[in-house]
């Protein structure tokens, strides 16, 4: 009898430390998650961000977020993800290993629109849509330390790298304000295309690229004068001027290429940088308003605001190989790799 329930106990504890054992193999991948390869995509309407797998694109958890999420970045380890949250008045702060909101920052946060993280981490500058402001938060105290007025409707935000300038987009008054971090004073004021939304730099050439999305083209300025050097202007067959919206930009490391998304127009753009000529048009999903590369650049995920979905984009065949449904109305992806 004893050894009868013996085996039994021997054969439960088995039983026990078996089914415990994939739970403690995925312990230690959860709390030190890194380069996890999901894809992060902000819903406008769903008020949450959805977690795709890297792999076979299925969405493997929907964090809930305050109202209205849109521009999404990673925090300076790239162990958090920030959401602006532009209805929800606060900036969403995302934990990447556990997938869910951990924290906000809502002090004197309204409608925040588009942000960056200033290169040492120190500072996040938001740029308050309803105020026509650039708001510095202090990322340690949690607090915002100082608003900037620039024009009315205040869009994108880049940081310079060199920690000296940030720049701020004014869909209103069609400029984009250069700012000095060391004054927070705007130094420059430089008129670009109507509805000025979005930036890239290209340090090579000291150049900025911004989208003008009344206008299908990007200004190119060149920062050693704060001045418009050259002007690309986009068209797409069987689409008005009117229908051609460039918002998001995405530049390759090299230097060598620009894409763009053209809003309603459906298609992502490819820019030759050097030439400043388009040479390729991708169709993609309805209104297409974000971009984002994958870290070897073999793919562009392109969000479509308006079909609910993401086209994934081979950039060497130069055509969509995946439509993922994602939430309603996305706005932005950024990705962990």
């Not at 819903?43 to 493997?60: H, P, R």
């Not at 990447?96 to 120190?122: Q, R, Y």
């Not at 290209?202 to 690229?209: F, G, H, M, T, V």
């Not at 993922?324 to 790799?337: E, H, S």
């Amino acid at each position: 009898m004893f050894n009868i329930f013996q085996e039994a106990l021997n054969s439960t504890m088995k039983y026990l430390l078996i089914a415990a054992l994939p739970i403690f193999l995925l312990a230690p991948a959860i709390s030190h998650a890194k380069n996890t390869g999901y894809i992060f995509v902000s819903s406008e309407k769903d008020n949450s961000v959805a977690v795709l797998d890297g792999k076979t694109y299925k969405q493997i958890k929907k964090i809930e977020t305050s109202d209205r999420p849109r521009h999404l970045a990673f925090n300076a380890d790239k162990t958090k993800i920030l959401a602006a949250c532009g209805e929800g008045n606060s900036i969403d702060i995302i934990d990447i290993a556990k997938l869910e909101v951990t924290d906000k920052i809502n002090d004197d946060i309204e409608d925040p629109e588009a942000f960056d993280v200033s290169p040492d981490g120190k500072y996040l500058y938001i740029s308050l849509e309803d105020d026509g402001a650039l708001g510095v938060l202090d990322m340690a105290e949690k607090e915002m330390i100082k608003t900037i007025e620039v024009g009315e409707e205040p869009e994108g935000v880049l940081a310079n790298p060199d920690g000296k300038s940030v720049y701020v987009t004014s869909e209103v008054a069609n400029t984009v304000h250069v700012i000095d971090t060391a004054t927070w004073k705007v130094t420059a004021n430089i008129k670009v295309g109507k509805r000025p939304r979005r930036f890239a730099l290209l340090a090579s050439k000291n150049e900025l690229w911004v989208t003008s999305e009344l206008d299908a083209s990007i200004s190119i300025i060149d920062l050693a004068t704060n001045k418009v050097k050259d002007t690309i202007r986009f068209e797409a067959k069987g689409f008005r001027k009117e229908d051609i919206t460039p918002v998001g930009i995405a530049m390759t490391n090299n230097g060598k290429t620009a894409y763009v998304a053209l809003g309603r127009a459906n298609h992502v753009a490819i820019v030759d940088i050097a030439s400043h000529k388009v040479k390729d048009l991708m169709l993609v999903g309805e209104r297409v308003w974000n971009i984002e590369l994958n870290k070897n650049e073999s793919l562009l995920f392109a969000v479509n605001g308006l079909s609910d979905d993401i086209s994934i984009i081979d950039t060497k065949k130069k055509k969509v190989i995946k439509s993922v449904a994602v939430g309603r109305v996305p706005y932005m992806a950024i990705i962990d790799d």
